[in-house]
């Protein structure tokens, strides 16, 4: 815009797009705390964290990426807190990165992991400014994104993904209950119906005697063996999520509840699958949306049908090879260099108040080990 006064004239820039409302997230709600969420307005997503730390020793470095999009994103962290080894090392991996045009933060995140190939998520992603804010306190790096309402925390840890900002906002001790149930979840989620093929398969005698009869009048008219019969319904549930999740909101529930309901029933009444299969499928799709990031939720139903597979290969040892194969293929990842299973994996007990549960605020006075700065400051942790 330019403005004219008598023979002067004064320029600035007054361009200001288009962008949506701060609505409440998705895919992240909480019941407590607040409810405003990242938008696809780069300008608008660094004012919410800025509302929030009002500290000069807030930093931001501002790149472009894509050859033709000129996508800028931004590297945030908080100086005298954050590893500065970090935050070149992203800053690296960021400039190297060669293509047209970057459109969303999970799009990033691809291109600046440590290993590409691997199921699992090694970057945090969230659409909550108070969430970010808190990583940051926490001595992580976040970056954002223009036209994405996605920012990404780094360096990341396994056991991140199973952590929700409604811990810190209710009382510790049921913070620390719903962290367990979360856990829990993800071992239903991931053996359960491998554990129904393995014995069903090769170890009746794990089961007891009266549910040995009620599982043997089940599957009588079942003509699968149960690898073929797990691996059909956690496909029919697979389809009748995603399609949940392509439908409008109304119409996706009523396909996500009605179809669950009678595809099930029509099955049993079909003989194609048993009715305690059902039981199974169902409890582990239940328990896998306990956990709270959809990114490490995907990932870990992808790995589930790799465990049927070997269960109905080899029964319990082919479920103890899989188990063992991922927790080796989860030590050797790394976030930015940082180990993935820290701080299981190196063993930093002290860590643990703030991993399996929720301690109280007074216990959680130092910042976790992984994004434990070098330089001389202190390292207090303010929540």
């Known amino acids: ?218 599957r009588t008219r079942v003509p699968f063996p149960p690898v073929y019969e797990a691996l059909l319904m956690e496909t029919m549930i697979e389809l009748l999520r995603e399609a949940g999740a392509r439908l409008p909101t109304k119409i996706g529930q009523t396909i996500g509840i009605v179809g669950g309901i009678v595809i099930g029933q029509a099955a049993v009444q079909a003989g194609l699958t048993s009715n305690i299969l059902i039981i199974a499928v169902a409890s582990s799709a239940i328990a896998s949306f306990v956990i709270p990031s959809y990114m490490m939720s995907a990932s870990i139903r992808l790995v589930r049908f790799g465990l049927i597979i070997l269960a109905g290969i080899w029964g319990n040892m082919g479920l103890s090879m899989g188990v063992a194969l991922l927790i080796i293929h989860l030590s050797g990842l790394t976030s930015l260099g940082s180990s993935y299973l820290s701080p299981v994996a190196p063993m930093k007990g002290g860590d643990w108040k703030d991993v399996f549960i929720r301690a109280p605020f007074a216990l959680l006075k130092t910042r976790p080990f992984q994004t434990r700065t070098p330089n001389p400051v202190r390292q207090k942790m303010r929540k």
């Open 1 to 218: 815009m330019a403005i004219f006064h008598l023979d002067q004239v004064y320029m600035f820039d007054a361009y200001g797009p288009e962008t949506r409302s701060l609505v409440q997230s998705e895919t992240e709600t909480i019941i407590t705390g607040p409810h405003d969420s990242f938008v696809e307005s780069a300008s608008t997503n660094l004012s919410l964290i800025r509302r929030r730390i009002k500290s000069s020793h807030l930093k931001v470095i501002r790149c472009s990426v894509g050859e033709i999009s000129k996508t800028d994103v931004y590297i945030l962290y908080i100086k005298g807190i954050a590893n500065l080894e970090y935050v070149e090392e992203l800053q690296k991996r960021i400039q190297r990165i060669e293509i047209d045009a970057i459109n969303e933060g999970s799009m990033l995140s691809q291109f600046i992991e440590d290993n590409p190939n691997s199921v699992f998520p090694q970057f945090l992603t969230t659409e909550r400014p108070d969430a970010a804010e808190s990583k940051l306190e926490g001595g992580k790096i976040i970056t954002i994104i223009d036209n994405s309402p996605t920012a990404i925390s780094a360096p990341a840890s396994f056991f991140e993904f199973f952590s929700s900002p409604d811990d810190y906002y209710q009382r510790w001790a049921l913070g620390t209950a719903v962290r367990l149930l979360r856990y829990s979840a993800l071992l239903i989620t991931i053996i359960f119906t491998a554990m129904y093929v393995s014995i069903t398969t090769y170890h009746y005698e794990m089961i007891p005697e009266a549910l040995l009869r009620t599982l043997a009048e089940s």
